[in-house]
């Protein structure tokens, strides 16, 4: 985890960053940067109406840097044709989309809801499209009751997806 601070604090781009240590050998880090062509462009590739890139991304000691996509089937599956310059992209899997039903089965209705509403605005979206006062509206709740749908339904999709 040193080496990796070590190199973040030499990048320009990086405004600020938290790391948490989960082992030995793994860690999240938040990183806030400024985004650079390359970064816009690779976003962009991975960035449809509905084929978005989910966290978290994994940085290998190489310099890769691995990461999922899902969106429909009917979605193109050659993400790499919008790869931008310089950028070596490898499909590893194409799945057949059991991976999204299964870290989603725990969802109360309500949470699936909010969920399903807020990517509909963008509220998942970088920069972000919406806040959780309009999924709240959209939704005809209170504004905290939607945070709190949208906390729980994250919250339960992340553990399942990694335990």
């Known amino acids: 985890m ?8 030499g990048v320009e781009q990086v405004l600020e960053y ?5 082992s030995d050998d793994e860690f ?3 990183i806030h940067n400024e985004t650079t062509a390359v970064d816009g462009a690779l976003f962009a590739a991975f960035t449809r109406e509905s084929v978005v890139q989910i966290s978290p991304i994994e940085y290998h000691d190489d310099g ?7 969106g429909p089937s009917a979605e ?5 044709a919008d790869a931008p310059p310089g950028i070596d992209l490898r499909v590893e899997r194409i799945g057949d989309g059991a991976f999204g039903r299964a870290v989603t089965a725990g ?3 309500r949470q699936r809801a909010a969920a399903v509403i807020a990517v509909e605005l963008g509220y998942y979206d970088v920069p972000r499209r919406a806040s959780h006062e309009d999924v709240a509206a959209a939704l005809d709740c209170a504004p905290s009751t939607a ?7 994250k919250l339960k999709v992340f553990t399942a997806s990694f335990s």
């Open 76 to 80: 193109p599956q050659d993400p790499t």
């Open 18 to 22: 938290d790391v948490k240590r989960l």
């Open 107 to 109: 969802l109360s209705e």
């Open 147 to 153: 945070a709190e749908h949208l906390r729980k339904a």
């Open 64 to 70: 890769r840097a691995t990461f999922a996509v899902v």
């Open 28 to 30: 999240y880090c938040y």
């Open 2 to 9: 040193g080496r990796f601070t070590t190199i973040l604090d």
